[in-house]
């Protein structure tokens, strides 16, 4: 499975972003797909998921109700849409997915992803 995440760029505090996360290759063994993020001299930050199977999502508290992940399963595409956005928010955004049955609520904290992309640079300036 490879993925290619997309979408990043520089906007203005308060405004929107949508990334996207195309995944190529074996995507029926996709259980599920996510983003997280890493800031400088930060640790790595879990966003959202969602699985394949089912649509469910889970978040990380600190970002509900501005971020929304959204998946299209046509496409093979997950999407991370912020809305609001803070110049905290300034980060490499990363998708992932896995092929492991893990619950949502653990796949990142457990390491459950099994595959990563590139990575895409949202810069928020205040």
């Known amino acids: 499975v490879q993925l290619q995440a997309s979408g990043g760029g520089l906007v203005q505090a308060g405004g929107s972003l949508r990334l996207s996360c195309v995944a190529s290759?074996?995507?029926?063994?996709?259980?599920?797909m996510g983003w997280y993020r890493q800031a400088p001299g930060k640790e790595r930050e879990e966003i959202s998921c969602?699985?394949?199977?089912?649509?469910?999502?889970y978040y990380t508290d600190s970002f509900k109700g501005r971020f929304t992940i959204l998946r299209d399963k046509a496409k093979n595409t997950v999407y991370l849409q912020m809305n609001r956005l803070k110049s905290e928010d300034t980060a490499v955004y990363y998708c992932?997915?896995?092929?492991?049955?893990?619950?949502?609520?653990?796949?990142?904290?457990?390491?459950?992803?099994?595959?990563w992309g590139q990575g895409t640079l949202v810069t928020v300036s205040s």
């Open positions: 969602v699985s394949s199977v089912d649509g469910k999502t």
């Open positions: 290759g074996s995507v029926n063994s996709i259980v599920a």
């Open positions: 992932a997915a896995t092929a492991k049955s893990y619950a949502l609520s653990v796949l990142f904290t457990l390491g459950g992803y099994d595959y």
